[in-house]
């Protein structure tokens, strides 16, 4: 069943439908969530978002992508969140295991691969919050820059410099670091 | 990132974000589902969910239309919803109260007082921490805690009898969960009405702030002045 014949039955009132359609993008909308600044409450912003998808479903244009529509969904969640919150969104997410396994039998050159890694997450987090929501939406979670555009509400143009300011302050940061 | 090449940066953010871990999105699907599955206001007309709505209704709650809701009327139609000792009418919103009225008899006590007046036991939101002033209002009927910032949590015995009415126009308030029980957010402001026990005559107390309801056992719960459902259902889930 793909994306298309799932929101059609979805539409039915078919649930079960609906329900496979949850199970293939819950991850990427924990990561989306988690990395907009959700924090320990991404879990509630995506089972809000996937609840308020279905009830606007009638309005998803179906000659567009799903997966920028509902992440626009999610993002948007989890701005209501922070805004609500009155504090600044950071991106919440650790290292994982990984990271790690990068080099199994050259364990100092891992350990230098994850440092670097370290201080690149660092940088990242420390970009003014929409260069970092430009880098994370196009890097850590591989979206399309039209795809960046849909989800952040932004001109493509919008994304575009941004974006790049924002890799501009990575390089300058960790390039200092490093270098 | 030894190279100026501005690839090398792209190519290193796409390995970072591969190695971050995401939270355990494990059991979304099937919550969603539940949740979806709930009956709910709008869809009620759908014979298999009357029925179960009335099922629930014989425990907590009753729904009732006021006039046949039709397309072209709708907007003008009072639906009315009774949950946890609230009853919520969805139509012409009423006219504001001038002015705020307290909750009869409503007393300034400490907490320990309050323990002793209450009708029932009280509860805490750990996630807000101590109140910071507590009042009860009508012989121990309502015991509210307020923070700084207007946030309130209003308790009472929502088993028998109502003790507010909240008129709000559309769209209805929203259903959620808060931990095991159903729970009802109105994001909207909304006047507030205080319902004396016995029949009393109703008295207007103010325009309520977003808020969210749900019961706790036989008692009624109501957390206004949380701009997020998130936040307020974080600090609802934390209520002890």
Redesign the interface.
Known sequence: MDDDEAITRSLAGD??A???L??RY??L???TA??LGAG?????????A??KA?RHLSTFRRDAPFKPWLLRIVAN?TH??T???GRRTDLT???????EQAAPDDPEGTAIATD??TR??AA?RLLPDREREA??CR????LSEAETAHVLGWKVGTVKSRTHRG?AR??EE??R??? | MTSDDPRDLEAELIALGDSLDAPDPAGVAAAVRARLERPEPERRRAPRRIRRWQLVAAIVLAVTAATAATPQGRAAVVQILRYAGIELRVGDPAPAPGERQPIPGERVVTLDEARRAAKFPIKLPAELGDPERVTVGDGGRVVSLTWPGGVRLDQYDGRLELVFRKDLGPPWPEETRVGATQGWWISTHHTLTYLPGGGGTPVPLRLAGPTLAWQDGGQGLRLEGVASLTRAVRIARSVR
């Open positions: 649930l079960a609906y329900e496979a949850v199970a819950s991850t909308a924990h990561r988690a990395m320990d409450e991404a879990e509630d912003v995506v089972q809000e996937f609840v279905f969640e209501n969140l805004r609500g919150r997410a650790r290292l994982g295991a990984t990271a670097r890694r690149l997450l990242v880098v994370v890097y850590f979670l591989q890799l990575l390089r960790v390039g670091d490093l270098g």
